[in-house]
């Protein structure tokens, strides 16, 4: 796990060592968090940027308690309230797919969110920078300290494809992205 401390800063954050090696029709991004911070927060977990778009894949808490998923910039996907906040760990799964712009989001297992219509024919593209703990306005930087992360996230898992219900059931996280693979990426770690 990694451990992003507070008070929040822009010094805070991760870099993954990879990159995406192809466009992805569709994805799962798994991860596990825990964090003291309000539901009110705005803040970036998770966010992946491309010279294209600096919001090519973003699940931010928006504050207002409203959490939200981009896929190639533009409107997000509003995922509602998402039951993180209380300072335990849990398990966020966010699925997209580029047929119908099908989303869901669960927490723990539990089906929280979904939609459709996000991005329908759209990509995520190849080549760009993975970002933890803060929202990325450039490719690699352009932080704003009003949207870093403080807390703990471990166990962030990327798939190509839509994972069944029954794959993000609560035990998803020790699974093994097959973009993606926690266990086996390079991390570095800033701050």
Not at 18 to 42: E, G, I, K, P, W
Not at 61 to 79: H, P, T, Y
Not at 104 to 116: E, N
Request: proline share 3%; aromatic share 8%.
């Amino acid at each position: 796990k990694i451990t992003f401390p507070a008070p929040r800063s822009v010094s805070n954050y991760a870099r993954l060592g990879t990159t995406l090696a192809q466009d992805l029709s569709s994805f799962t991004l798994c991860l596990q968090m825990r964090t003291d911070m309000s539901s009110t927060s705005h803040a970036g977990v998770v966010s992946y940027a491309v010279q294209e778009n600096h919001n090519e894949l973003l699940i931010l808490n928006k504050g207002r308690g409203i959490s939200e998923l981009f896929v190639q910039g533009g409107k997000g996907a509003d995922l509602g309230a998402l039951p993180v906040w209380d300072g335990e760990w849990h398990a966020v799964c966010a699925t997209w797919r580029s047929t119908d712009g099908a989303w869901q989001v669960y927490t723990d297992g539990v089906l929280q969110a979904s939609g459709s219509g996000l991005k329908v024919g759209g990509k995520v593209r190849s080549g760009g920078t993975w970002i933890l703990a803060q929202d990325q306005e450039t490719v690699g930087g352009g932080f704003d300290p009003n949207q870093a992360f403080s807390g703990e996230l471990s166990q962030v898992n990327l798939w190509d494809r839509v994972l069944t219900p029954a794959e993000v059931g609560p035990d998803s996280c020790g699974q093994h992205g097959n973009v993606i693979d926690w266990a086996t990426t390079n991390i570095e770690v800033f701050g």
